[in-house]
């Protein structure tokens, strides 16, 4: 049997979607991405979303809208993909690692202040698998020391953490349309928050910092426009919007089909000796993204390549990312700086997950991972 890593759901509805915004006028940034944003930004419980080309993107926006850049530092955890410490770094600023709970992989928030230094800007907690790391905890920091909070909600869209969704607590929230993700277009992204300074900032540098866009050009008579910041071509356009509009209507009943599915898997995966799953917070909703399992770091690789041997589609989320070359030749990072993330990123496996997977799919998933571990 042949099982894949992730199948995409997208059906009659998305398709559509995407026939009526080409019988349109407009393909770029225009009415479907406004729609979203304005239904984006409803579901999140903001005020306001700006509809992007990616979630690194997102982050990018955020830290420079809040004037981050050159010589300034930025708190954030080694357990992520590589794009929340690059987007640091595309501003000038210079990210700073703390290890994470050897339960959760989250960012540690005991560990946050003793890395804060008169640079220190800013806070990116990573809601890792799509559980939402400890927020209260981190915004008593942040308050502490007067530091912005920009959290990189990629895997986390229908998370919840002690009644606080991702952004309420945060200055900004960045989310992913990655073709993995929970809702997709194959690539894409979304700053959401509450500020409405912020969120015009974002709009206006995702597309080269003009005045106006395209859209709002298009609308009357013509209007000249002029570049009042150096910004970037980060725009959403409408064909992606018109992807994403029916995934956002049908998020929470997916999403009940993402939980049956983790019960099936919980239950008998936690029969195989030698593997744990990373634990779920009490008081807590995963938008469950990622099914991971944690097994013996030295059996680890073996693992995966008798996976896949088999057919079974698995992946790595995530090697700590301190240890990949570009950071340790850069900054200077060596085994041993943050031992959990470390381990954790040797022992890491994610398994195929996703709504349409058959039960005979996750059987068979589960069998072959017993014959290898056996």
Not at 240 to 262: G, H, M, V, Y
Request: hydrophobic share 40%; aromatic share 8%; proline share 4%.
């Amino acid at each position: 049997m042949k099982v894949e890593f992730f199948k995409h759901g997208l059906g009659r509805d998305e398709k559509e979607k995407i026939l009526e915004c080409l019988d349109g006028i407009f393909l770029t940034t225009g009415s479907y991405v406004s729609e979203f944003e304005t239904n984006f930004a409803r579901y999140t419980g903001l005020d306001y979303a700006v509809g992007l080309t990616s979630c690194t993107a997102a982050l990018h926006l955020s830290l420079l809208a809040m004037g981050i850049g050159s010589g300034d530092e930025v708190i954030t955890t080694p357990m992520t993909f590589i794009a929340t410490a690059t987007a640091v770094i595309h501003t000038g600023a210079h990210p700073v690692f703390v290890d994470v709970e050897p339960h959760t992989g989250l960012i540690d928030p005991s560990k946050i202040e003793a890395a804060i230094t008169p640079r220190t800007k800013a806070i990116i907690p990573v809601h890792l698998y799509g559980q939402m790391c400890d927020m209260k905890k981190i915004k008593a920091v942040a308050d502490k020391h007067g530091l912005k909070i920009i959290e990189d909600a990629a895997h986390c869209i229908e998370g919840e953490r002690d009644g606080i969704r991702p952004g309420q607590l945060g200055d900004s929230a960045c989310f992913s349309f990655y073709a993995t993700k929970n809702i997709t277009c194959g690539e894409g992204g979304a700053v959401a928050t509450r500020s409405e300074d912020l969120g015009r900032k974002v709009l206006m540098l995702r597309q080269h910092g003009m005045s106006s866009e395209a859209a709002d050009r298009h609308k009357g008579n013509y209007r000249h426009w002029d570049m009042v910041e150096c910004g970037w071509k980060y725009n959403m356009d409408n064909i992606r919007a018109a992807l994403l509009l029916p995934q956002l209507e049908k998020i929470d009943s997916t999403w009940k089909k993402r939980a049956d599915l983790w019960e099936k898997y919980v239950r008998v995966i936690e029969k195989i000796p030698g593997i744990r799953c990373p634990e779920i917070a009490t008081n807590s909703k995963s938008a469950l993204h990622l099914f991971t399992i944690w097994v013996d770091k030295d059996k680890r690789d073996h693992i995966l390549r008798k996976l896949g041997e088999n057919g079974v589609g698995a992946t790595v989320n995530y090697r700590a990312i301190h240890l990949l070359s570009y950071f340790a030749q850069n900054y200077g990072f060596e085994p041993g700086a943050f031992p959990i993330a470390e381990h954790i990123g040797d022992s890491t496996i994610s398994l195929p997950f996703y709504p349409g997977m058959s039960d005979s799919n996750l059987s068979y998933v589960a069998d072959t991972l017993r014959k290898i571990v056996n």
